[in-house]
């Protein structure tokens, strides 16, 4: 039992007659329980120093409601990235600093600051000023984005990847229905039937524009059949292309591994993606005629190429015919036995010297040999012998060659010219004068 009576762990409520001592009460919202609970005002009164300490911010956003009640009007603000919203209480006083009254859709920065009401325990946004956003802001905005993504080198043409000269698969991120889609699809199948796309339809402008094209261009990116993106729109106002000029689109666009090419408006828009895309197409029309070849122009060209190719043929046909006939015109080709024809008057003319040159030496070295055979002739024993001479030899075949040699009754043999003679020496032969011997 508490000191009231009541059983333990019994919450008894404060007697709404008493007033709570401020004393008593704690000091933080922490330090309550249910045995010391605040009273509701003094939460109130909490939270409105609490909101009251926050100081005013700049937002922007987009009207979507315009509400005016007497002197009070009664705006909803929304994102215009996100599907976030925000109502907002705007003084008569700041309406009418406005140069021209606002309208639903218009794109402005409002400075709000929160205000809680006590009685109600409502939390209120207070617009202290508010003020539309014009084309001109809007285009300093993208201004100072696009030197700022330029100065980290996303717009570097280093970093453009080329288009594949034959796509097999293209992926189209447009409108749903769009004329856009159309125009892209008529001319690429025009110029190249067999093409194929994997399309994906998005909002193209509006709050839900920037997130469908970063999802379907991530999607297309991870799908290895997909050659080449074209993210495509038709013309409009900066306003509505105002996605296309979104950061977190041009990172992703950046980051992507598959070329892209933009085709955003006409000419004259050029919003950030066509700064960071691989190609930029003037309308989705110039994107079809630059992504996929004409067929037509490509068989053409092969036709060109074929003919070229045969006049090539042709002509260095035609040289090699003449170079073979200006070879076969020289004298080594045009008469081959010629050259042997030469060789073999030489090998005659040659052949017949070498004989008469033989047969002249045979005829002096005959002569000679004649001349010799005579010379030897005439000094040989037998033509001494022919002319009378004789040859006499003792008993011992040896030459008698004075008389001593031949004393008496000597027998001797005499050699003539036809013949043999025996004889017997005499005795007192004497030997012969000088001019016996002559």
Known sequence: MNQDGAPLGTVVAADPAVPADPSTLPETAAETSAERPWP????SEKLKAHIERAPAAWVEGQVIELNKRGSMCFVTLRDVDA????????????????????????????????????????VSMQAWDIRPVGLGDLLARIERLRQA???????????????????????LITGRDSDAEKDVLRNARLRWPAVEFEVRQVAVQGVNAVSQIRSALVELDRMPEVDVII?????????DLLAFSSEDLVRAVSAAATPVVSAIGHEADHPLLDDVADLRAS??????????????????RIRQARAQISRSVDQLMSRETERLAHLRSRPVLAQPAGMVSVREEDLVRLRNRSTMAIESAVARE???????RAHVRSLSPQSTLDRGYAVVQNENREVVRTPDQAPPETLLSIRVSGGKISARSLSGIEPSSSKDQL
């Not at 919203?85 to 409002?110: F, N």
């Not at 993210?231 to 306003?239: D, K, T």
């Not at 309308?283 to 005629?289: E, N, R």
């Open 231 to 239: 993210i495509a729109r038709g013309g409009g106002s900066l306003e």
């Open 366 to 372: 005959a002569d000679r040999v004649s001349h010799l």
């Open 40 to 43: 509701l005002h003094v939460l």
């Open 149 to 171: 993504l330029t100065a980290e080198g996303l717009f570097a043409a280093s970093r453009k990847r080329p288009l594949p000269a034959l796509p097999h698969r293209i992926g």
């Open 83 to 122: 599907e976030i919203s925000l109502s907002l209480t705007v003084w008569g006083t700041v309406m009418d600093r406005l140069a021209v009254p606002l309208e639903r859709g218009s794109r402005v920065v409002a400075r709000l600051k929160a205000d809680f009401w006590v009685k109600t325990g409502r």
């Open 283 to 300: 309308t989705p029309t110039d994107a079809a005629k630059r992504v996929v070849p004409d067929v037509s122009e490509e068989l053409q």
